[in-house]
């Protein structure tokens, strides 16, 4: 075992001496890799080049996550070991010389093997990302999407992020349920819920105001509660405070 | 002939949508029941969880030993945040029902605020013990009432769906027991006198926008546009449109909307005090990124300088689509200081600042007297676990639980593949706060 192991270890410095000595980047990059831009990576970067820097880190070991295309902290630290490694800045940012180091370091890197489906795929869009200390998931994300769309649809998009707001706003509120679900099933808070029409695809724009919502905004102004005044049926919304008018939606605490 | 097949159709045709029709029915009936188990069930735990609550609230008030008070309060917590889910089941967000939410709640977080403290260095007071007296006694009368109305409900077979038929109506008046009940408590609890605890109003007081902190004279109107204009480099306030917010914006405080000439439109938040703009939005198409992440924080650098925010560092960036998000936090003497963040949205097409968030900065900026840390680095990294691999460590000043700045050693850290953010108290070692970042 232990011969093995040496023996593997003299082949792989073997590799790497062969590769920074005769290895020409540029013509390399040329030949097999078409994604990797010149563009800085760093730490929330998405994209179809951070799908290579994944794989190429993959390659060489020091990256184990799943190849996403996302730059999010596993990569960070993959980047990091990297360059600590190999003598470089530690700064967890992907310019010019890291690339060049990584390239040379991953000559055998076949961007349309490496990672089942990672290079080969047509759809280049990685999911949307965050990352956050929050302790919302994915799922309560899309959950709030679907709510947005289901409530507001017709609205314009700053009235979309309001409403996205108000379910944040009473996640934090005392009067109300603990948790996203909880909020947006709390029986007759939402009409869309009762009705339906939660259950519509969402499209990007309730999805991007989810994601403004999320990531602090409030046009809503700290609103705890909205009505349409056309349709409300209940009295005693109309003593609850307003804040403001978006759109069809009057908003209030 | 022809009548008589045609009687024998008709015949046939009465008996298929008479079945079909009492088929239909008896479905109905089944969901309806479904339904109306479902709000049954979360009703009678309401109840029972209610009792169990007095219960505990009992038992914290009896036992003498810290030992036996701490998996008390526990208890207390727990079961208040079981009964508020109870109520998130029931068709009660047509009424006022708030109050008697909001006392549980805070039953839930001075329970808890008490339970995880040292009881050794600050035991319970006797302010403390009196406050859970009063919530002791308080909710006896919540727990009375439920379970009177739950009697109610079984003797008499009320269903939860007429109290929900009668509550959407609003029009009409309608009678209902449920209903009726529900809000008689609602009106005894809104009776009770609040919660005196300092720790309940420093996690109350936290929430809030602290306008206090902001200085200035009110702004009026026009001046709000003129500000607008200069804010966006616009010449004049051509199309710029502000309304005052109602009664109950926390603050006071402006709406603008703005109409660019190319069809654009800006959407602004602004204090009515001092004038400045909490927040921004630009919804535009944003097309193919031009630049990278690092270009784009260039751009939403320059925009902070030029819009006089200073001695800010990068937080964190994300990329979403093609548009980079930038938190920026306030930095001085090479402290963090986490409450002054900033959050910037760049398009990467053009690198303009399409949205932009400062209500946390401008309500908690200030010079600030930092003190100096009684630890030393590596004494505060014995505070952290030792399963934790520490990658990187600063100096961060945080907003604990209650609201207090604390100076601390943030710590970056990861343990198997994930990583984590802990929070070490810079005088005492105290661990105030770990984040474990996920990935969403």
Partial sequence: MRVRWSLMAAGLSLLMAFATLHANPTTFEKHAAPTFTSRILVKGSTGIDVRELQGRLQLIGFYKGKIDGIFGWRTYWAVRNFQYKF???????????????????????????SGGTSGGKANPTPAPVVHSSSRLSANDLKLLANAVYGE???????????VAGVIFNRLEHSQFPNSISGIIFQPGAFTAVADGQIWLTPNETAKKAVRDALNGWDPSGGAIYYFNP????????????????IGKHIFCR | MIKRILTIVAVVALVVTGFWGYREHRQKQALLLKAENQYQRAFHDLSSNMSLLQDELGKALAVNTQRQLTPCLSNVWRVSYTTQSDVGQLPLSLMPFNRTQEFLRDIGEFSYRVAIRDQKKEPLSNEEWKTLQSLYNESKEIEQDLQALQADVLDQNLRWMDAELALSQTRKKTDNQIVDGFKAMEKKVSGFPEIQSDTLNAVKTRMKPHINNVSGTDASVEEAAK???????????????????????????YSITVQEPDNQKYYLGMTVKGGYVTWLVNDREVKEAAMDMVAGQEKGEQWLTAHGYKDLSLLKAEQYDNTGIYTFSAKQDDVIIYPDTVTLKVALDNGTVTGF?????????????????????????????????????????????LGKEVLTYEFIGTMDDDTYKIYINAQNGDEEKVEKLKQI
């Fill in chain 1, 152 to 162: 507001s649809r017709g609205e314009p998009y700053i009235g979309q992020v309001a």
């Fill in chain 1, 87 to 113: 003598g470089l800045r530690v700064d967890g940012k992907v310019g010019v010389k890291t690339r060049e180091k990584l390239v040379r370091a991953t000559r055998n890197y076949n961007p349309w093997k």
């Fill in chain 2, 227 to 253: 500000k607008t204009a200069a804010f966006l480099g616009k010449a004049d306030t051509t199309g710029i449109t502000v309304q005052k917010n109602g009664q109950g914006m926390p603050y006071p405080a």
């Fill in chain 1, 230 to 245: 056309e349709t409300a049926t209940s009295k005693w919304i109309w003593s609850r405070p307003q804040i403001k008018k």
């Fill in chain 2, 357 to 401: 968030n400062g209500q946390d900065y401008l309500f908690h900026h200030k010079k600030r007297t930092l003190q100096k840390p009684e630890l030393t680095v590596k004494q505060a990294r014995k505070y952290v676990s030792p399963h934790t691999q520490i990658q990187e460590q600063n100096l961060a000043l945080i907003e604990n639980d």
